[in-house]
DNA sequence: TATAAATGTTAGAATAGTCTAACATTTTTT
DNA sequence: AAAAAATGTTAGACTATTCTAACATTTATA
């Protein structure tokens, strides 16, 4: 695989995360390239079957598509946490570095940065890191009362089926599927700060995370 | 710079280390490529003023290609020297990854490396490593018979003008330029097992040890 | 020194990845 | 549902890097 296509099936991968469907548009403005491009790329990768493409249709990465890009996932993960445990650069100067390591091919090298951190599950933003399968980490849902500040999650499930409850979750667009991350716990009332899907920020009560099953 | 003209430039410096004339040819059998795909990189790399070229004469590196082939070297060596020292790799293993390593643009990155090897002037096989301005480590013309084992010279200066002593460097090919690589030294007679240009290997008696000048 | 061999150069084509301009389809709005 | 807007696609061009085939020059040899 060329860096080229690599970089695409990142992009592909980062698009399918949030549950949005894949265009060509969006594809096109998150590498900053035009449409034209995006499209023959998209045919090329196509060919290769790392995607399923269909004229005028959204796209869609296929089983092996997404294992290569978990492992490109997993070599820049390894990396940004190299950097700052090992070589103590701060977090905000490692991803633009990351960004160029991600691309070596040497299975030797990234076992040794692996092996050197102990071979973490999640980097300090508490994404997971796939292991050298592209497997990501097994997780048990869990309630969203009993999880760590940092860490981002996605809505698996609910414990409660009240219309008032479901209600509540769609007045602030709270979907299956949707990305959770902790900014802070109240210590006095175990209200948490959440950011939604990357965007809105907002507060949920200790009640309401009782409910919210999450990966 | 592209990642090509990197390894081109790499290439012409390491070709005009041993005092030889760079041909089209030897840059095709060094980077495995055919002469006509050199021909046009030559006239690429001759515009950027990195080199002096003409129809069909000997190419030579200019002050400015010479220095980023050396700011190449620098990476690369650094880059050695850390996968061995720090992230305990084999010294067989290390080429191939710092061949990648390598072409990483990242001031950031290789100061820290630098500062984490303690700045170091020569890598273990004795090849300095050039400054971050792309200067090499000073050295002063020392005699043979005062150097280490393990370590790369290059003839700088006799301290002999007898004809027999001219005459034996003649008939063991060895000219100011030429490379001595110092293989052991003999306790008994301090005579040195020595190979010269990475070829031929020899064995200098202490006299001659000591009036061969080197750098 | 003439010829042969080696080396160097040019011309023209192929691939990957990018672009702009023009056209097509789908989605949204009125 | 028709018109407008948004999105997607095709066609054709450009650059970088590579190749093969043909031709030119230099060097070595007989």
Same mark, same amino acid.
């Given at each position: 695989?060329?860096?080229?296509?690599?970089?695409?099936?990142?992009?592909?991968?980062?698009?399918?995360?949030?549950?949005?469907?894949?265009?060509?548009?969006?594809?096109?403005?998150?590498?900053?390239?035009?449409?034209?491009?995006?499209?023959?790329?998209?045919?090329?990768?196509?060919?290769?079957?790392?995607?399923?493409?269909?004229?005028?249709?959204?796209?869609?990465?296929?089983?092996?598509?997404? @294992?290569?890009?978990?492992?490109?996932?997993?070599?820049?993960?390894?990396?940004?946490?190299?950097? @700052?445990?090992?070589?103590?650069?701060?977090?905000?100067?490692?991803?633009?570095?990351?960004?160029?390591?991600?691309?070596?091919?040497?299975?030797?090298?990234?076992?040794?940065?692996?092996?050197?951190?102990?071979?973490?599950?999640?980097?300090?933003?508490?994404?997971?890191?796939?292991?050298?399968?592209?497997?990501?980490?097994?997780?048990?849902?869990?309630?969203?009362?009993?999880?760590?500040?940092?860490?981002?999650?996605?809505?698996?499930? =609910?414990?409660?089926?009240?219309?008032?409850?479901?209600?509540?979750?769609?007045?602030?667009?709270?979907?299956?599927?949707?990305?959770?991350?902790?900014?802070?716990?109240?210590?006095?009332?175990?209200?948490?700060?959440?950011?939604?899907?990357?965007?809105?920020?907002? =507060?949920?009560?200790?009640?309401?995370?009782?409910?919210?099953?999450?990966?």
């Amino acid at each position: 695989m060329t860096l080229t296509e690599e970089n695409y099936l990142k992009a592909l991968h980062r698009l399918s995360q949030n549950g949005e469907s894949i265009s060509v548009k969006r594809i096109a403005a998150l590498l900053e390239i035009k449409m034209p491009t995006v499209n023959s790329m998209v045919k090329n990768l196509s060919e290769k079957k790392l995607i399923k493409y269909e004229k005028y249709k959204s796209i869609e990465l296929t089983e092996k598509g997404r @294992k290569q890009a978990l492992l490109i996932l997993r070599k820049h993960r390894l990396t940004e946490l190299f950097l @700052k445990d090992v070589m103590g650069l701060g977090w905000e100067e490692v991803h633009d570095i990351a960004e160029q390591i991600e691309h070596l091919q040497s299975d030797l090298f990234f076992n040794r940065v692996d092996e050197m951190l102990g071979h973490p599950q999640f980097d300090p933003h508490g994404e997971p890191i796939p292991d050298s399968h592209g497997r990501l980490p097994q997780l048990k849902a869990t309630p969203l009362n009993l999880c760590q500040t940092g860490r981002k999650y996605q809505l698996s499930g =609910v414990l409660n089926n009240d219309a008032s409850f479901l209600t509540y979750l769609n007045s602030v667009d709270l979907q299956l599927g949707s990305q959770i991350e902790i900014i802070t716990i109240q210590e006095f009332d175990k209200s948490m700060a959440i950011k939604l899907n990357g965007k809105t920020k907002t =507060v949920f009560s200790a009640l309401i995370c009782q409910n919210l099953l999450v990966l």
